[in-house]
T-cell receptor, first 116, second 113 residues
Framework: DAGITQSPRHKVTETGTPVTLRCHQT?????MYWYRQDPGHGLRLIHY???????DKGEVSDGYSVSRSKTEDFLLTLESATSSQTSVYFC???????????????FGEGSWLTVV | KNQVEQSPQSLIILEGKNCTLQ??????????LRWYKQDTGRGPVSLTI?????NTKSNGRYTATLDADTKQSSLHITASQLSDSASYIC????????????FGKGTKLSVKP
């Protein structure tokens, strides 16, 4: 298993509060991703990073921001949590771009977030 | 629009039986196709990766096929085990898409004793 740790694993928060999810990797992989998984949808990309301080938006980035100050850590922040952001959040890592066929994309175990 | 469709949505089989899961995609230009296994409450785990030129890829009792002409893939599971109960997700990547993978909604497989 790839060394990916997500924290917290479970969180309940109130609408309007900020929330930060952390992804920590020990593989020294360059690329890191945040996805959300909801019933009736495939995983959807929120933000991704291609290096320290290099990040970009994914398909469903509204209401989310990210930061990557070290290779090993990728933080996802919900600036003002809403009920529509209740979801399971997965961090993923790879040593090459996701479109590259020669790499495996490893996923963390997920963070369950409930916004009430 | 790039899309990945999987069928069936769910499947129940008896332990020891074989099964085949389907994936159709409309992603262009195609780069690669992956199959993942996701146990309940866990993150997805990679099973296979195939490029345009690969027709078949095996990983133990899992065999994936790819027909790039018809844009179809299948995942065949041989001699199923109770531990095969999981969701199986087809994921397609387009060239130039950088980090954006297109995920199917998955097929939920239940293997009964």
């Amino acid at each position: 298993d790839a060394g990916i740790t997500q924290s917290p694993r479970h969180k309940v928060t109130e609408t309007g509060t900020p929330v930060t999810l952390r992804c920590h990797q020990t593989e020294n992989h360059r690329y890191m991703y945040w996805y959300r998984q909801d019933p009736g949808h495939g995983l959807r990309l929120i933000h991704y990073s291609y290096g320290v301080k290099d990040t970009d938006k994914g398909e469903v980035s509204d209401g989310y921001s990210v930061s990557r100050s070290k290779t090993e850590d990728f933080l996802l922040t919900l600036e003002s949590a809403t009920s529509s952001q209740t979801s399971v959040y997965f961090c993923a890592i790879s040593d090459r771009w996701a479109e590259s066929s020669g790499n495996t994309i490893y996923f963390g175990e997920g963070s369950w977030l409930t916004v009430v | 629009k790039n899309q990945v469709e999987q069928s069936p949505q769910s499947l129940i089989i008896l332990e020891g039986k074989n099964c085949t899961l389907q994936c159709n995609y409309t992603v262009s230009p195609f780069s690669n196709l992956r199959w993942y296994k996701q146990d309940t409450g866990r993150g997805p785990v990679s099973l296979t990766i195939m490029t345009f030129s690969e027709n078949t890829k095996s990983n133990g009792r899992y065999t994936a096929t790819l027909d790039a002409d018809t844009k179809q893939s299948s995942l065949h599971i041989t001699a199923s085990q109770l531990s095969d109960s999981a969701s199986y997700i087809c994921v397609v990547s387009a060239r130039g898409s950088q980090g954006n993978l297109i995920f199917g909604k998955g097929t939920k497989l239940s293997v009964k004793p």
